[in-house]
């Protein structure tokens, strides 16, 4: 079982930074991905970005150029440098991880964080 744990989340004006920080207990050569998700009120979860062992990044387009995602291999931690905040950006975010397949049995589960809440205020 693989435990991710955030931290980071908070109440921001438009305009402002945040931080988020995520740790895996898991090594990070069995890690593939991670990333983050977002889930406002209503709305359903949603990519934000990703990062892979060797430090390919994706980025919803929504966040593209004011978000960044990077990682720490040593510290087995991926963080989410959150600038130009804006409303719409106000959800609980969610840390995940894809491990790599060892190519036998079944694929292994996709891991979730219990989620930090990013509110942001106009």
């Known amino acids: 079982q693989v435990q991710l744990v955030e931290s980071g989340g908070g109440l921001v004006q438009a305009g402002g930074s945040l931080r988020l920080s995520c740790t895996a207990s898991i090594s990070p050569f069995s890690i593939k991905t991670m990333g983050w998700y977002r889930q406002a009120p209503g709305k359903q979860r949603e990519l934000v970005a990703s990062i892979t062992m060797d430090g390919s990044t994706n980025y919803a387009s929504s966040v593209e150029g004011r978000f960044t995602i990077s990682r720490d291999n040593d510290k087995n931690m991926v963080y989410l440098q959150m600038n130009s905040l804006k409303p719409e950006d106000t959800a609980v975010y969610y840390c995940?991880?894809?491990?790599?397949?060892?190519?036998?049995?079944?694929?292994?589960?996709?891991?979730w964080g219990q989620g930090t809440q990013v509110t942001v205020s106009s």
């Open positions: 995940y991880t894809d491990l790599k397949y060892r190519g036998f049995g079944p694929p292994p589960p996709r891991y």
